[in-house]
């Protein structure tokens, strides 16, 4: 459903984004780690069209984001890490917005709006103006919007940020929901326990590389290879992220 292959991007001899290449099925939720500035927003950006790749391709259901721009976005939903809203609307009226971009059916969009308000727990809202909503609120809008089309595939920056934990826990069980009806969900996040409780497999990216790629147990065993690491996904992603530096540091010397 997603294919990544040799993906690049470079700011000037800076690689941000170095050779990346990861498969994501139909139904997954795929986890995207790394330390801060290690590339997840670059790869997400050249994902969704708005940077373009040095080289490299990106597949969505088989729609490359360069040359089927348009058919890529009409399948896809996007959060992204710091979301922008036109906050003189209210709830509703952003929704009606985003839907008719997506040229979405206006009885359909109605039924879509009221059912995603409802799931959201935005409805005693939706007529008021989203610049008196909270930051939470806000994040919760944004997510109706992104789904506002059913897209097949959702790919996540960060959704969580601000969010109390009832918040964070609808989202959490909307992620599971969506991949159990076949919507594919890439999702970028600092929460290693968020990762660690929803996603079917994890990849762990470092200064633009993928360094560690698979299901838990996988990653796991990519981390205790040489150092006998056992216990949670924080212990591996900490072992993983710490052999990568050791690497650099040797190739450099």
């Excluded at 292959?5 to 290449?21: E, F, M, R």
């Excluded at 209210?90 to 008719?100: M, P, T, V």
């Excluded at 150092?227 to 040797?250: D, I, K, Q």
Aim: charged content about 25%; some cysteine; glycine content about 10%.
């Amino acid at each position: 459903m997603i294919q990544i292959t040799n993906l690049s991007k470079h700011y000037g001899q800076l690689p941000a984004v170095d050779n990346l290449s990861i498969d994501v099925a139909a139904g997954e939720i795929f986890g995207f780690l790394g330390p801060n500035g290690a590339g997840k927003t670059t790869t997400i950006r050249c994902m969704m069209g708005i940077l373009k790749a040095t080289t490299g391709q990106v597949l969505l259901d088989g729609h490359d984001v360069v040359n089927d721009a348009q058919r890529a976005k009409a399948i896809s939903g996007f959060i992204p890490d710091r979301p922008f809203i036109y906050e003189k609307l209210s709830g509703r009226e952003f929704l009606n917005f985003i839907g008719k971009l997506h040229r979405v059916d206006a009885a359909r969009l109605s039924k879509r709006i009221a059912e995603l308000l409802e799931l959201l727990e935005l409805t005693p809202w939706q007529d008021e103006l989203v610049e008196s909503y909270s930051h939470g609120m806000k994040q919760r809008l944004v997510v109706c919007g992104a789904l506002i089309h059913q897209p097949k595939i959702l790919v996540v920056d960060e959704p969580m940020v601000g969010m109390d934990p009832k918040g964070a826990r609808t989202l959490k069980d909307l992620f599971r929901a969506l991949a159990q009806s076949g919507t594919t969900v890439f999702l970028s996040t600092h929460s290693i326990a968020v990762a660690e409780e929803i996603c079917h497999r994890i990849g762990i990216i470092r200064k633009g590389r993928l360094i560690a790629c698979g299901d838990m147990a996988e990653i796991h065993r990519q981390a205790s290879a040489n150092n006998g690491v056992n216990g949670n996904l924080e212990s591996a992603f900490l072992e993983l992220t710490r052999e990568a530096e050791g690497e650099e540091r040797v190739r450099d010397s």
